[in-house]
């Protein structure tokens, strides 16, 4: 086979900035967090005070990681985390007097999961929109999880899998954190390293191309709900446990936070980037925030302020590095 | 009559990247006239009305129209000085009725608050002076086709245009509704407007034309009454071209019948189609834009929904509902659109060349990155693609070294049957001859390759076997060393003489 000469190529100029701004802006924003919190406040950097960050942001944080899934797969959010983190809580406090903690705890996951498959399929298969399709599906199913306790708090009585998960390993670092953690680690190697992780990008960045080669777009896309439902469901249970009181209500403004770590981690809302880790240091960097914000006896109100601008100017980034990278 | 004419456009060039599409073309309308402009796929139909329509903006050449020098310097303005424009594609808008569509932008209101009854007065008006039977309350997406073209039309004419151009208008219409079509067109040309009319169905340019202006290459090939010229004729100036030796063939062994297609049909676009293909051949298919080409190369792909009609690969049926299953069974097809069927914009060439075949480098789910990088790499170079780093995102590359990725993704496949899709459309010369290069090699190897293209030399060029496609069924079945003309006389749908 002949040769030719290759033609010239045409490279499209970034630009140094962007590309260096992408990557290293939020790793830079935490270290500057943690200055600013050390300078502010002498009660900051301390082991007790870190440690309860990073307790904070486990049941959260376990969201985050399906939530990434969604955004990367151009799910646009899952606005139904609130009622599968309910359904978690819920079934394992009313079960574990029945059948046990890890029982009750599997029975919770597993109906988180089958509200993820439900949502996962309207969208995936049925092609509906993810946002209405989430926001009814949560409504329904926390009208169920209501009906199944009455209205009223559930209580737990096992005392031993709250101290099991509040519990520290040589003294430092909670069980409850490790799992958080593991789930982190799980999670990226998923969407970085696997054929399903592959396909998620390429679905999110060009749906019709990836059909095209032979990918399951929609057992795909339907994935990224499952997955988040699962998670939910989980983070649901561990909250229940820790806590040994729930009700329907547990989960309220999770899929808000959630939203703005993955946002602020720099996945596209438009789908077809996006790392878990980013996600992750998303999640840290609001939290270090509000933690200063709180150390520094901020009400409430202003906080969610400062949060909302956050996801203004992090959706601002993503869509002027896009215009930028000559996207569309 | 020696009054300045409606349109009169001399000397135009054009040029995009890579590609000259007009050349010193000129063109003379006169007001109540219809005149047609023919020519192949590429000719600079669509180049030269863009002009007028101010989308495009020529590189040189003037304008002029009833004698005054004109520059169109956007859509609006062209709109503004009396051109009016009803495309292939409809510009309406289904949800709302026939008289809101009609005069959609120049609504009648009073305070803000639209003026119903003056919307269907006027909208009424426009309609009976074009003696089109259409109700002003029904919503546009009940209409059928050609009752929304005839909208399209009103719409344009409550403009008050000078000069309209029909672009393909009759390309969905049956017999009758041509007709009625047709009738409306006079209308206008009586209240003096000039109608330009772009066709490929030559029967029809002869029955409602005057003059019949061809455009070949780019190049205005003569303009003529169609007073005295035959569909035969228009057809001979439309192709007249020697076939230079551009894309030499390589001579493969052809072996036995792979792919066999029977019966394939989908409502509204193609029926009845059969083709098969062999081992190492080369199939071209043929057709005019619209023919359904590119539908059958999608419902072989399992791309798109066939309604009728059985694929089979080596004697055997084959369920084929997704690209999926089609790529299980061996079938690869590069697409015509390679930005929203070809390339994946925001991964790496890389993982866009490894997409198709991920389960192939992978363990149980687990992508192996070693395996997977020096399999995309082998494929990269074998294709050239340039830079030769794969690592970064494949919308860097130029638009062949994209074409090129699309190749690589396919030919990791090894697939047996290969569907190429205008493979050589928007990429530059150096491209094509490596892309046409690729294609005789894997001839060679005895891939059974199915190539779609609009550009007749290349399809004469390097097909074993030409089939014809016109209005969605098979026209004709050439053999190799056919001529433009055969081809064109199968595609427009006359008989050869």
Partial sequence: MTTPVPPPSR??????????????????????????????????????????????????????????FVFVTRGLADLSVPATVAVGGLLVLGLESSIGTLPAAIVGVLTAAIAGAVNGWLIGYAGLNPVITTLASGTIVLGIAQVFVGGVIVYGDNREAQAFLTGRVFGVVPVIVLIFLAVVIAGHLLLSRTVLGRWSYAVGSNPSATGASAVPVKRVRAFAFLLTGTLAGFSGVLLGITLQTARPGIGTGYEFDAITAVVVGGVSLLGGSGTVLYAFGGLLFVQLLTNIMVLLGVPTEPQGLVKGALIVTAVAIDVALRRRGGRS | MTTAPALHMSGISKSFPGIRALTDVGLRVDAGEVHAIVGENGAGKSTLMKILAGVHQPDAGEIELNGHPAKLADPIEARRRGIGMVYQELNLVPDLTVAENILLGSTPSRWGIVDRRALRSRARAVLDELDARINTDDLVGSLTVSQQQIVEIAKVYASSPAIVVLDEPTSSLSEHETQSLFRIIRRM??????????????????????????????????????????????????????????????????????????????????????????AGEILGLAGLVGAGRTEVARAIFGLDKRDGGSVSLDGTEIAIRTPRDAVRAGIAYVPEDRKRDGIVPQLSIKDNISLAVLDRVSLSGWVKRGAEQSMAQTKATELTVSPPDIRPRVDTLSGGNQQKVVFAKWLAAAPRVLILDEPTRGVDVGAKADIHTIIGELAAQGTAIIMISSELPEVLAVSDRIVVLHEGRVSAELPRGSSEHDVMHAATGEVSA
């Fill in chain 1, 11 to 68: 490279t499209v100029n970034r630009g140094l900035f962007s590309h260096i701004g992408a990557r290293l802006g939020l790793p830079a924003g935490i270290v500057a967090t943690l200055i600013a919190g050390t300078l502010v406040s002498d009660r900051f950097l301390t082991v007790q005070n870190l440690t309860n960050v990073l307790i904070n942001m486990s049941i959260i944080g376990i969201i985050v990681v399906g939530m990434t």
């Fill in chain 2, 189 to 278: 040309t009586t209240a003096g407007i000039a109608v330009i009319y772009i066709s490929h169905r030559l029967r029809e340019v002869l029955d409602i034309a005057q003059r019949v202006t061809v455009l070949r290459d780019g190049r205005l090939v003569e303009t003529r009454s169609t007073d005295g010229i035959s569909a035969g004729e228009m057809i001979r100036l439309m192709v007249g071209r020697d076939l230079t030796d551009v894309f030499p063939k390589r001579e493969v062994p052809i072996g036995d019948v792979v792919l066999s297609v029977t019966g394939l049909s989908r409502t509204g676009e193609f029926s009845d189609v059969e083709l098969t293909v062999r």
